[in-house]
């Protein structure tokens, strides 16, 4: 059973770097038929996507366009996990940020986010 | 860019009654679409793929049709664990984008 356990801060200040870590256990980072997301969840902005780690030969990351210039992932097979960051934080970054995988079958079918972390509340305050 | 609806905002439906749920798209998704189930404290865990294949261990009382802009997910008999928020959602392949829809709450009437 794949099991994704999350971890990192509840509180960020302004401006600051948000880090947050994704351990998988069950499955591989690095596995062929899987993508590793972020999605956050808030009431004023509901679920929003923002983006995908996986990898196919190669290392690959899809940002959200609404966080492209502040955003980055990194994945780390010696752990099997990935992490997010999100640079110069404001009050709107503040949400529930969820990892899930994403899973794919023949010819790139897409079978949904099928397995998800529990969550982490994340508000950014002073 | 794809725009996810749901309908309606709120359903309120009598335990043992069915439930019937609507997500639109404002352009043809074909049959990418799939719709999850959440509860107060939990993510969300995915019910249908693929517009009507049920995901793994979900019970056949959940069932997804349509395609195109026009999707419904139906759940019989509805029992106390089934009222929740549930909401659509779309994978574009190119530009690669994840796209909610805003949810639907069933509530009890």
């Known amino acids: 059973q794949v099991q994704l356990q999350q971890s990192g801060p509840g509180l960020v200040k302004p401006s600051q770097t948000l880090s947050l870590t994704c351990v998988i256990s069950?499955?591989?980072?690095?596995?062929?038929?899987?993508?590793w997301n972020w999605i956050r969840q808030s009431p004023s902005r509901g679920l929003e996507w923002l983006g995908r780690t996986y990898y196919r030969s190669k290392w690959y990351n899809d940002y959200a366009l609404s966080v492209k210039s502040r955003i980055s992932f990194v994945a780390d097979t010696s752990k099997n996990q990935c992490s997010l960051q999100l640079t110069s934080v404001t009050p709107e970054d503040t949400a529930v940020y969820y990892c899930?995988?994403?899973?794919?079958?023949?010819?790139?079918?897409?079978?949904?986010?099928?397995?998800w972390g529990q969550g982490i509340m994340v508000t950014v305050s002073s | 860019e794809i725009v996810m609806t749901q309908s309606p905002a709120t359903l309120s439906v009598s335990p043992g009654e069915r439930a019937t749920l609507s997500c639109r798209a404002n352009?043809?998704?074909?049959?990418?679409l799939a719709w999850y189930q959440q509860t107060p404290g939990q993510p969300p865990r995915l019910l249908i793929y693929?517009?009507?294949t049920r995901a793994t261990g979900i019970p056949a009382k959940f069932s997804g049709s349509g395609s195109g802009t026009e999707f419904t997910l139906t759940i019989s008999s509805l029992q106390s664990e089934d009222f929740a928020v549930y909401f659509c959602?779309?994978?574009?392949?190119?530009?690669?984008?994840?796209?909610f829809g805003p949810g639907t709450k069933v509530d009890f009437k």
């Open positions: 693929g517009a009507s």
């Open positions: 069950g499955d591989s980072v690095s596995s062929n038929t899987a993508a």
């Open positions: 352009q043809s998704i074909g049959t990418n």
């Open positions: 959602q779309h994978f574009n392949n190119w530009p690669p984008a994840v796209t």
């Open positions: 899930a995988r994403m899973s794919f079958g023949f010819r790139n079918y897409y079978y949904g986010l099928d397995f």
